[in-house]
């Protein structure tokens, strides 16, 4: 069974930094990463990272977050700096693998003012 846990939400004011986490269990991870839904919004892809590192960002945040990998531990971090207030959302974990793709269950990011 394929698992994706998150974790390392909150609230932050503006300005502020957090660092999520998304460890995977029961595949081999090809793509990982961060998407995030505000409400009212679709859900939007955040960054992306490749086994091999190659990354990916939305234009909104480039140059603020920063997605990494642990291959060896399935695991998946966003280093999220200069927060803004409409970085506030719930951040879903996402893998994909052989058998397709997967979701977290979400963590809420709040930045406050």
């Known amino acids: 069974q394929v698992q994706l846990v998150e974790s390392g939400g909150g609230l932050v004011q503006t300005g502020g930094s957090l660092r999520l986490s998304c460890a995977g269990s029961?595949?081999?991870?090809?793509?990982m990463g961060w998407y995030r839904q505000a409400p009212g919004k679709q859900r939007e892809l955040v960054a992306s990272?490749?086994?091999?590192?190659?990354?990916n960002y939305a234009s909104s945040v480039k140059g603020r977050f920063t997605i990494s990998r642990d291959n060896a531990k399935s695991t998946v971090f966003l280093q999220m700096n200069s927060l803004k207030l409409e970085d506030t959302a719930v951040y879903y974990c996402?893998?994909?693998?052989?058998?397709?793709?997967?979701w977290g269950q979400g963590t809420q990011v709040t930045v406050s003012s």
């Open positions: 990272i490749f086994r091999s590192g190659f990354t």
């Open positions: 029961g595949a081999i991870f090809s793509v």
């Open positions: 996402n893998a994909n693998h052989v058998f397709g793709s997967s």
